[in-house]
């Protein structure tokens, strides 16, 4: 039998998943952010990481970019609901601010 132990872990905790999971405590404050947790996985990080790299494309190709806004905007506002993570919502508003500046070119 096959025995996968993924490796996930809480930002900025250590130690075992069983130790980890039972020392997490949600954020403090007020609000919708009260009591949330912020999961980090191997794949959130690809995902946030992929995200940043396409903001690079963006903001790199810029006017060259203009055919692919309205896919690529359907592709990322979905994520601004993203729950688990903080870092892929962070990641998604900065490539559709950026996104809105190459639209400008667009006209």
Do not use: C, H, W
Not at 41 to 56: C, N, P, Q, R
């Amino acid at each position: 039998m096959v025995n996968i132990n993924p490796e996930i872990g809480v930002a900025g905790q250590t130690g075992s998943l069983a130790d980890v999971l039972a020392e997490t405590k949600g954020t403090e404050g007020e609000g919708e952010e009260a009591g949330k947790i912020n999961v980090v996985t191997d794949e959130i990080e690809e995902k946030t990481t992929a995200i940043d790299m396409l903001s690079v494309f963006i903001e790199q190709t810029g006017m060259a970019f203009t055919p692919y806004i309205d896919g690529t905007t359907q592709i990322l506002l979905p994520m601004l609901d993203y729950s688990a993570n903080t870092d892929i919502r962070e990641s998604v508003v900065g490539a559709l601010a950026l996104l809105v500046k190459a639209a400008k070119y667009k006209d």
